[in-house]
């Protein structure tokens, strides 16, 4: 069965950085799009950034772009984000998820999902 276990993530001081992981298994990898998503407590999920099945093509949320970074590496079946400059508001638990397509911006267009991984960033 399809499994995305997520890790990488803890507890770090405002302005710190962190580097989340994701391992994808029992899917063919590199025909999916990828994304993070992120929940905090009494919010809705929400769409971090997304990359297509080559990494030709990324989208980040206007909250995060210009600090977190979307990659990954279809010979490990993994997908990473970069996160930088973190703000105690990027604090949350942090979900990758597998999309066939061909839609990448909206929750009900993934269909794997991961169980997550807590950031909390102290102020």
């Known amino acids: 069965q399809v499994q995305l276990v997520e890790s990488g993530g803890g507890l770090v001081q405002a302005g710190g950085s962190l580097r989340l992981s994701c391992a994808a298994s029992g899917l063919t990898f590199s025909r999916y799009t990828m994304g993070w998503f992120r929940q905090a407590p009494g919010k809705e999920r929400e769409l971090v950034g997304s990359?297509?099945?080559?990494?030709?093509?990324?989208y980040y949320a206007d909250s995060v772009k210009g600090r977190f970074t979307i990659s990954r590496d279809n010979a490990e079946n993994t997908v990473y984000l970069q996160m930088t400059s973190l703000k105690p508001e990027d604090t949350a638990i942090y979900y990758c998820a597998a999309a066939r397509g061909p839609g990448w911006l909206f929750k009900r267009e993934y269909d794997y999902w991961g169980q997550g991984t807590q950031v909390t960033v102290s102020s």
């Open positions: 990359i297509i099945w080559n990494g030709g093509n990324t």
